[in-house]
């Protein structure tokens, strides 16, 4: 059975604070880590008044700080709001920190609105566009390096840092194939292309120095407790989450409710049930079927699930029965 991993954003929410955010965070780093997760990634977002992440290198190493041999890194780092050379010497440092434990998702949406992003990037016409530059430009940096080499990243050079291509179309998916990198898809928000980009990243897939074939790693929505009517009650947090962001007022990780009537309009209700299509949400016998038939669809190298719950008791419950899941699922193989 392939691995899991966990994808956070560091939430915040409502009645709590930043401080206590990160402080879960590492948290719930130090179990997956007893419960066998391969990686802790977290997410660059600008501007959003829910998720603390937002400088991630140091989140990155605030997490990797109490963990011991989890792998911890960016899902992602959004690359056209930053200089190459930056992120070079950011992930360069970490690697030295933490050696062997740290991984480089890149992304180039902006992590943010329009307004954000121009206050992150300046030049909001090249930056997008110069993403696949940028993303060979990061790898020299991190490279060996080579004798004619006018830029040298320090800490960075020769760190070689693992680079994966994080996207939710078919750009990069194009991009991973050529450039021969590890590709994740963020199916847990955006299902429509999931299928059609695993299929073009593996056809057009080039063995580099990093990888010599194609490796995918797929995301879901996955919120685990006891019986299936919990589940779904606690998913109730992300789906108020979500409408807020349709409705463009976001706001701090809302508690759960017994039911959203009355609060999502019948289009609200479509837009965030077709986003959560491959959400997995139940008991423990729930959540296994719908892994199985998830893995079997996409044959997925490996699963990362990012787990909005509002209650950190209940998110640390559903981290270890989806670990529980892991290892029964692979018994079973």
Not at 323 to 333: I, K, M, N, P
């Given at each position: 059975?392939?691995?899991f991993?966990?994808?956070?954003?560091?939430?915040?929410?409502e009645?709590?604070?930043?401080?206590?955010s990160?402080?879960?965070?590492?948290?719930?780093?130090?179990?997956?880590?007893?419960?066998?997760?391969?990686?802790?990634?977290?997410?660059?977002?600008h501007?959003?008044?829910?998720i603390?992440s937002a400088?991630?290198?140091?989140?990155?190493?605030?997490?990797?700080?109490?963990?011991?041999?989890?792998?911890?890194?960016s899902?992602?780092?959004m690359?056209?709001?930053?200089?190459?050379?930056?992120?070079?010497?950011?992930?360069?440092?970490?690697?030295?920190?933490?050696?062997?434990?740290?991984?480089?998702?890149l992304?180039?949406?902006?992590?943010?609105?329009?307004?954000?992003?121009?206050a992150?990037?300046?030049?909001?016409?090249t930056?997008?566009?110069?993403f696949?530059?940028?993303?060979?430009?990061?790898?020299?940096?991190?490279?060996?390096?080579t004798e004619?080499q006018?830029?040298?990243a320090?800490?960075?050079?020769?760190?070689?840092?693992?680079i994966w291509?994080?996207g939710?179309?078919?750009f990069s998916?194009?991009?991973?194939?050529?450039?021969g990198l590890?590709?994740?898809f963020?199916?847990?928000?955006?299902?429509?292309?999931?299928?059609?980009?695993?299929?073009?990243?593996?056809e057009?897939?080039?063995?580099?120095?990093?990888?010599?074939?194609?490796?995918?790693?797929?995301?879901?929505?996955?919120v685990?407790?006891?019986?299936?009517?919990e589940?779904?009650?606690l998913?109730t947090?992300m789906q108020?989450?979500?409408?807020?962001?349709?409705?463009?007022?976001?706001?701090r990780?809302?508690?759960?409710?017994k039911?959203?009537?009355?609060?999502?309009?019948?289009?609200?209700?479509?837009?965030?049930d077709h986003?959560?299509?491959?959400?997995?949400?139940?008991?423990?016998?729930?959540?296994?079927s719908?892994?199985?038939t998830?893995?079997e669809?996409?044959?997925?190298?490996?699963?990362i699930?990012?787990?909005p719950?509002?209650?950190?008791?209940?998110?640390?419950?559903?981290?270890?029965?989806f670990?529980?899941?892991?290892?029964?699922?692979?018994?079973?193989?």
């Open positions: 059975m392939i691995p991993s966990v994808l956070d954003l560091s939430p915040i929410t009645g709590g604070s930043v401080a206590q990160l402080e879960n965070s590492r948290r719930l780093a130090t179990a997956a880590e007893e419960n066998g997760y391969k990686r802790f990634w977290l997410a660059e977002h501007g959003m008044k829910g603390a400088a991630t290198s140091l989140v990155i190493s605030h997490v990797a700080s109490a963990t011991r041999s989890i792998r911890v890194g899902g992602g780092i690359l056209p709001n930053h200089s190459p050379l930056v992120i070079a010497e950011q992930f360069g440092t970490l690697a030295a920190l933490y050696p062997g434990r740290i991984d480089l998702g992304g180039r949406a902006p992590g943010t609105d329009m307004r954000t992003a121009q992150l990037r300046r030049n909001m016409e930056s997008a566009n110069n696949p530059n940028d993303v060979v430009e990061l790898q020299a940096l991190l490279g060996p390096g004619d006018k830029i040298i320090v800490p960075g050079a020769d760190s070689n840092v693992p291509l994080l939710s179309s078919h998916a194009h991009l991973a194939g050529i450039l590890p590709f994740a963020a199916s847990h928000f955006a299902p429509d292309m999931l299928l059609t980009a695993l299929e073009i990243y593996r057009r897939f080039t063995p580099s120095p990093q990888l010599d074939k194609p490796h995918v790693m797929v995301g879901v929505m996955g685990a407790a006891d019986t299936d009517e589940s779904d009650y998913f947090s108020q989450s979500f409408v807020a962001l349709r409705r463009n007022a976001r706001g990780f809302p508690p759960p409710v039911s959203m009537d009355g609060l999502w309009s019948s289009d609200e209700k479509i837009f965030v986003a959560m299509t491959y959400a997995v949400v139940g008991g423990p016998e729930t959540i296994r719908k892994i199985r998830f893995i669809q996409t044959k997925a190298d490996e699963l699930i990012s787990m719950i509002f209650d950190m008791e209940a998110r640390l419950h559903s981290l270890k029965l670990g529980e899941a892991q290892r029964q699922l692979a018994a079973a193989a």
